[in-house]
Nanobody, 126 residues
Framework: QVQLVESGGQLVQAGGSLRLSCVASGGTFSSYVMGWFRQAPGKEREFLAAIRWGGGSVYYADYADSVKGRFTISRDNAKKTVYLQMNSLKPEDTAKYYC????????????????WGQGTQVTVSS
């Protein structure tokens, strides 16, 4: 019932910046926990960041240690969109990036999400 569509992935040089977007349709977006993940060929899917709305102007965000200080997650409930701002990109950031949604605030694991997008490719050249 919930569909997620990512966009913004492209080729970028090391040290550059990129902003990914994910637009959701269906369901009640404002109540969902939204997350960003990535997966490179031959590697496991990696958690990057997650955000939930606490009401009003309050938002709660969590980040993987590997991207703290470089990546920023945000959301616009009116536009049903979640963003991932990526700065100081490195060749190691090259991967397919996925948007995900969880309908419950509680989760069994970091990877527990109910809906996933098709992904958008980010390639960082050295």
């Amino acid at each position: 019932q919930v569909q997620l569509v990512e966009s913004g992935g492209q080729l970028v040089q090391a040290g550059g910046s990129l902003r990914l977007s994910c637009v959701a349709s269906g369901g009640t977006f404002s109540s969902y926990v939204m997350g960003w993940f990535r997966q490179a060929p031959g590697k496991e899917r990696e958690f990057l960041a997650a955000i939930r709305w606490g009401g009003g102007s309050v938002y709660y965000a969590d980040y993987a240690d590997s991207v703290k200080g470089r990546f920023t997650i945000s959301r616009d409930n009116a536009k049903k969109t979640v963003y991932l701002q990526m700065n100081s990109l490195k060749p190691e950031d090259t991967a397919k990036y996925y948007c995900a949604a969880r309908t419950s605030i509680l989760a069994v694991t970091t990877m527990h999400y109910d809906y996933w997008g098709q992904g958008t490719q980010v390639t960082v050249s050295s």
